[in-house]
């Protein structure tokens, strides 16, 4: 019971700290130009923005959309249909250059710093296959991320993504505030489920299905939203999905040990395919600033 004391008392004391720290380097923020302002008020406001790889303008884009469909194309068959839970089919292509000058355009990483409000690290990038499902587990159960106490992810579609593909599905932090009595029902069964996740059934319970909001979109949409402070999961699918998922945190990361995924061998890494003389950045976090923040 003491130690329980004590972990939450060092854990609320770590947030604090991380809050003072946000409110001190606010005068180090860099520069948002006007026409990016709305993606960060929108994200402070939801915690989710949906817009499309074409609106965002980065001067990379082509070279990225060419460099995934080229990569999904090298993703081998699998042979799961007989499977109950078919897990996702992720490679790492956090070493590959197309997929890293997008991710750190200074444009966009200007437009996640200024959103987490302190110097960022991104962590990488997975190239992801999400098979059909009858029903919900993984991912696909409504969950929050854990990776920092502020973060952004990228989810970026590679096809039109209708209802059948199973669309990103959130709930608006409006509805989840911290004083609401719908955010202890929702977080009591999220941490009596471990964090593993809760289904549908549950979700209804607190929040009414008519308020769940669906991201569908078509090819090059993007969906920038803070999965720590948003709970959101995949929607059941009779289709295949085909994403990139981009990882951004605070430097450094509250859960670091959470973030190695995206650059270490958990997945199979794309730029170990490619020919000995391709040229490749390395596949470790970049940090958008020298110094780092320490909150305990």
């Given at each position: 019971m003491f130690n329980s004391i004590k972990r939450k008392m060092l854990a609320v004391y770590?947030?604090?700290?991380?809050?003072?720290?946000?409110?001190?380097?606010k005068k180090n923020l860099p520069a948002l130009e006007e026409r990016d302002r709305w993606i960060v008020d929108t994200l402070k406001r939801d915690g989710v923005c949906v817009t499309t790889v074409a609106d965002l303008g980065l001067n990379s884009s082509s070279e990225l959309l060419k460099a995934a469909e080229c990569q999904l194309s090298r993703m081998e068959k699998l042979n799961n249909e007989h499977l109950d839970e078919r897990w996702p089919q992720i490679h790492?292509?956090?070493g590959l250059p197309e997929f890293f000058r997008w991710a750190t355009?200074?444009?966009?990483?200007n437009i996640i710093e200024n959103y987490i409000g302190l110097p960022i690290t991104f962590h990488g990038v997975h190239l992801r296959k999400d098979f059909p499902s009858e029903r919900q587990f993984g991912t696909l159960l409504w969950h929050s991320d854990a990776e920092d106490r502020r973060l952004i992810k990228i989810f970026l579609y590679l096809h039109n993504v209708e209802e059948q593909h199973g669309a990103f599905q959130y709930i608006p932090r409006s509805l989840t505030s911290v004083f609401s009595w719908q955010y202890y029902q929702l977080y009591y069964k999220l941490w009596k489920s471990s964090y593993m996740g809760i289904d549908d059934e549950d979700v209804e319970k607190a929040i009414p299905k008519s308020a769940w909001k669906s991201c569908p979109g078509s090819a090059g949409t993007i969906v920038l939203v803070d999965t720590k402070n948003v709970l959101h999961h995949g929607t059941v699918r009779t289709q295949t999905r085909?994403?990139?998922f981009f990882c951004y945190t605070a430097n450094p990361p509250e859960r670091p040990d959470l973030c190695t995924q995206y650059w270490d061998d958990t997945y199979p890494r794309a730029e170990l395919l490619l020919p000995d003389d391709s040229v490749?950045?390395?596949?470790?976090?970049l940090l958008s600033?020298?110094?780092t923040l320490t909150f305990k």
């Open positions: 770590s947030d604090s700290m991380c809050q003072i720290a946000r409110w001190k380097y790492t292509v956090t355009e200074k444009r966009l990483l085909s994403t990139l490749t950045y390395p596949a470790t976090p600033q020298q110094k």
